[in-house]
């Protein structure tokens, strides 16, 4: 599935809030710009038809949305395509870019010697390399 940015930042709300009107997100989104509700409805519409979110329940005119796919599911074709487009398909320039040129604080580093060990466990049990 793909989603536009402005898609994205959507489901970024409906993630997090997990249950959601189109007013609330609409206020939220007109805090940093000049949007109006019926584009943000629009945007909303568009993800009800991507499969991405569904109708809860209604209130009247109101509609409570919940996400139907997890960000994760949505982040794995994402990420390799960012890879594929910016670091030719390669990882390791990617991982040196986020080392050397993004703000990581110490937790930061912490979480990826964790997740490397943890993934170090895993390709020894499978017998790679």
């Known amino acids: 599935m793909k989603l536009s940015a402005f898609e994205l930042e959507v489901m970024r709300l409906v993630w997090r ?53 997890n960000e994760s599911v949505l982040a794995q074709p ?14 390791r320039p990617m991982i040196n870019h986020l080392l050397h040129d993004e703000d990581l604080t110490l937790d930061d580093l912490a979480y990826l010697e964790k997740t490397i060990s943890e993934v170090r466990r895993e390709l020894k049990i499978k017998g790679g390399d």
Not at 36 to 59: F, M, N, P, Q
Not at 78 to 91: E, N, S
């Open 78 to 91: 994402m990420v390799k395509d960012l890879v594929r487009k910016l670091f030719g398909g390669k990882a």
């Open 17 to 69: 809030d997990q249950k959601v009107i189109a007013p609330d997100i609409h206020r939220e989104l007109a805090q940093d710009r000049d949007i109006t509700y019926s584009t943000v409805k629009t945007i909303i519409d568009r993800l009800e038809e991507k499969g991405a979110i569904e109708r809860l329940r209604t209130y009247g005119r109101t509609i409570l949305y919940g996400p139907t796919i």
